[in-house]
């Protein structure tokens, strides 16, 4: 700083200019003080005779004030202070670095210009806006909010937001404690998400239609699909029972065929509309005690159970937090699996466990059964697809299928794991 002091030192004595200015010196001690200079001249016969004034130490206030500064130009935006005179005029005052972001411009070009400013906020096209709001808060007095597009010179548009705190001047004008901050980056975002908002409109659209859809196809096959194979079954009961007597062994083979069939028939019907109608109506949430919930699933197939003497293993299962009637078809599938994909002279075992992990309960149904080859473990849980004739097996196809998808609903997961004429085990998640 020699050179700026001696100049205003020199100034001073040629041409009687005051001075007022604070400098940093080294002390003799080696350290660091800010001091203010303040000085005027004194002529006599057109001479400087002397300079007084005075030296201030400032070196607390100074440093509190870079600080102070420092924080300003690294927060985001720019704080400045804005008045609007009465006339209508207004100024700029304080502004800090932040300005060179908002408006690629030095703080002191702004300040010393406003108009500059001005310009990019009418080049935005939000000139009547702002202004708007400015004139509120003013004749309100209250606080200043406002969002506008600017135009930089680089031919950027800019999306600007503007906080201030009004105060009323002894001479009529109001003063504004501001920041200005850029949201292009948030409004941006909220224009993807209303994007997005809208696209997900239309799939919700779509999948009400496709819902309505399904809600038909559960109709038809309710009822229009069924009943004509109850009117095969039944005239096929009829011919059986008025012309059995007429009918060689071949012939009643025949209608044995031709009914089984219907019967298959209608159970695919069924299943199907099993299958279609998963996830389709909520139900309530409900504490359901899955000890319970095995124990009358394994009642359901008494039937199979006696056939074949199979035994079910379970103890201590948790109480869970779940819709019951899709957790009951999870576990009257798999049980019904265990036991009839059982090896042949050998009972059926069926053990059931509980996992306990920190989000969710791991389920597994395990049987000493068939088994399944590795390279089967995923086309047994796709609708139809069948890895046993109806003669080995009866089934549809579909009773997995439709626990894959209910589980899968349900934000779980279901697998298997298993090994040929040793038996498999089911897996699946419930949410805690």
Known sequence: YRDFVTEQVMNCIQHGTPFDFEVPLITAKGNLCWVRAIGKPEYKEGKCVRIYGSYQDIHERKIAELRLQNTADNIPGALFQFILKPDGSDELLNLTKGSLELWGMEPEECMADTSKVWKQIKDGGDYDKIIESIQMSALT???????????????????????????KLTDGSVLWDSIITDITDKKLAESELRELNLELAEHTRLLAISNADLEQFAYVASHDLQE?????????????KNYGQDLDDKAKQYIHFAVDGAHRMRQIILDLLDYSRVGSKKEELTTINLNDLVQEAWQLNTALVDKLKAKIEYDSLPTVLAQLTPLKQIFQNLISNAI?????????????????QPDEWVISVRDNGIGIEPNYYDKIFVIFQRLHSNKEHEGTGIGLAVVKKIVENHGGKIWVDSTPNKGSTFYFTIKK
């Open 340 to 356: 009839k994909y059982s090896k042949k002279d050998i009972p059926p075992v069926v053990t059931i466990q509980a996992n306990d």
């Open 228 to 240: 004509p194979l109850r009117m095969v079954t039944s005239f096929l009961a009829k011919l059986e």
């Open 141 to 167: 007095l209250k606080h200043w909010f406002c969002q506008w597009r600017s135009l930089r010179p680089d031919g950027k548009l800019r999306w600007h937001e503007g906080n201030g705190k009004p105060q």
